[in-house]
T-cell receptor, first 112, second 108 residues
Framework: DAMVIQNPRYQVTQFGKPVTLSCSQTLNHNVMYWYQQKSSQAPKLLFHYYDKDFNNEADTPDNFQSRRPNTSFCFLDIRSPGLGDAAMYLC???????????FGSGTRLTVV | KNEVEQSPQNLTAQEGEFITINCSYSVGISALHWLQQHPGGGIVSLFMLSSGKKKHGRLIATINIQEKHSSLHITASHPRDSAVYICAVSRGNEKLTFGTGTRLTIIP
């Protein structure tokens, strides 16, 4: 089945140790999003790609970076995780102007 | 005031009851989305609506563009329907604006 897959499902990292979360999709959607969701809050958009064009939200900290080497894969890099970065990170895809959203199952990040 | 408002915030019902969750928005939209999130889980897209009504199994979603209002209905509710239901809108640039969610609990 076509889908959005996030790895890992759970990630524990040490304070300040760089961590990378991955997202892959088999839908051939040209738009990919990374959202951060903290407990009992709505998801917050960090950035998104239209094809290879990167769009950063104004309030996304510099600590968060992203890479999209090809249509299928997108990575979220947290350069120096702090305790406040513990959250669920959700990847989503869409085809611009056509489809709804497809979300991955998320990666729950714990910072110790 | 949030651009997307949901009610109720929390809803508890007995198994088998008919459930309605409401969503109002205050901006022009290209589409409205109903999403489902189980505790600790990812998000599943249930519906994308730009007009009228959609049905999938026991779920029905309606939208009234003039009134800027949408409802999600669940017929014959079941404990596995317990989840947070999120209304979100997209406006041309595809980014989603989320409501605050409705936490639904169905008691056996």
């Amino acid at each position: 089945d076509a889908m959005v897959i996030q790895n890992p499902r759970y990630q524990v990292t040490q304070f300040g140790k760089p961590v990378t979360l991955s997202c892959s999709q088999t839908l051939n959607h040209n738009v990919m999003y990374w959202y951060q969701q903290k407990s009992s809050q709505a998801p917050k958009l960090l950035f998104h790609y239209y094809d290879k064009d990167f769009n950063n939200e104004a309030d996304t900290p510099d600590n968060f970076q992203s890479r999209r080497p090809n249509t299928s894969f997108c990575f979220l890099d947290i350069r120096s995780p702090g305790l406040g970065d513990a959250a669920m990170y959700l990847c989503a895809t869409s085809r611009e102007g056509v489809s709804g959203y497809t979300f991955g199952s998320g990666t729950r990040l714990t910072v110790v | 005031k949030n651009e997307v408002e949901q009610s109720p915030q929390n809803l508890t019902a007995q198994e088998g009851e008919f459930i309605t969750i409401n969503c109002s928005y205050s901006v022009g939209i290209s589409a409205l989305h109903w999403l489902q999130q189980h505790p600790g889980g990812g998000i599943v897209s249930l519906f994308m609506l730009s007009s009228g009504k959609k049905k999938h199994g026991r779920l029905i979603a309606t939208i009234n563009i003039q009134e800027k209002h949408s409802s999600l209905h669940i017929t014959a509710s079941h404990p596995r329907d317990s989840a947070v239901y999120i209304c979100a809108v997209s406006r041309g640039n595809e980014k989603l604006t989320f409501g605050t969610g409705t936490r639904l609990t169905i008691i056996p």
